[in-house]
């Protein structure tokens, strides 16, 4: 034993006692040493195995609380997405309206330019009625049926009263009647 290794010299140096209580060959002896060596990596195995099922089971648990933080994220999402949905057909609807407003307001300035022209039309006629030989006719018509009117009620002088300068503001207001 004297030429064998340090390293091989202490496992047996550990093992020698029980190899002189316990009568076996190197071929026990080295069957011992593998079953010890296998369950200790049983019992490494084992741990691994028990970390690995609680890590497992941690990270099941952390995902089934993403799902669930990721399921109101979406439901908040959602919502968002719904409400912006809502005000874009409402914007949409306004649009339309201010469209349709848009449209009766050139209608109505269409209208209006015609209605515009028709009046000019008819002041140019009621002018020219009015300035020509039929206006003053109708003039000279109304003037001396109002004088023969005057003439026979015995008045010389047109309906009316005297106001004095204080009194102006009563005059035409709708509560107060004009006396003749």
């Not at 040493?33 to 609680?54: M, N, Y």
């Not at 009621?126 to 000279?140: D, E, F, K, S, Y």
Request: aromatic share 2%.
């Amino acid at each position: 034993m004297a030429g064998l290794p340090m390293a091989v010299l202490l496992p047996m140096a550990v093992l020698l006692p029980m190899a002189v209580l316990l009568p076996m060959n190197m071929a026990e002896l080295a069957a011992l040493i593998a079953a010890v060596f296998w369950a200790l990596l049983v019992c490494a195995g084992v741990l691994v195995l028990f970390r690995l099922a609680r890590f497992l089971s941690e990270s099941s648990r952390l995902v089934s609380d993403l799902r669930e933080r990721g399921d109101v994220l979406l439901q908040r999402a959602q919502t968002a997405v719904d409400g912006a949905q809502a005000a874009v057909d409402r914007a949409g609807r306004q649009l339309d309206r201010a469209e349709s407003v848009t449209a009766s307001m050139d209608e109505l300035g269409t209208g209006m330019n015609e209605l515009a022209g028709q009046v000019t039309a008819l002041a140019g006629l009621g002018h020219a009625i009015a300035t020509g030989p039929v206006g003053r006719v109708g003039a000279l018509a109304y003037g001396v049926r109002h004088a023969v009117g005057l003439r026979r009620s015995g008045r010389r002088t047109l309906p009316g009263q005297v106001v004095e300068s204080g009194d102006l503001t009563g005059i035409g207001s709708p509560g107060k009647k004009r006396s003749r």
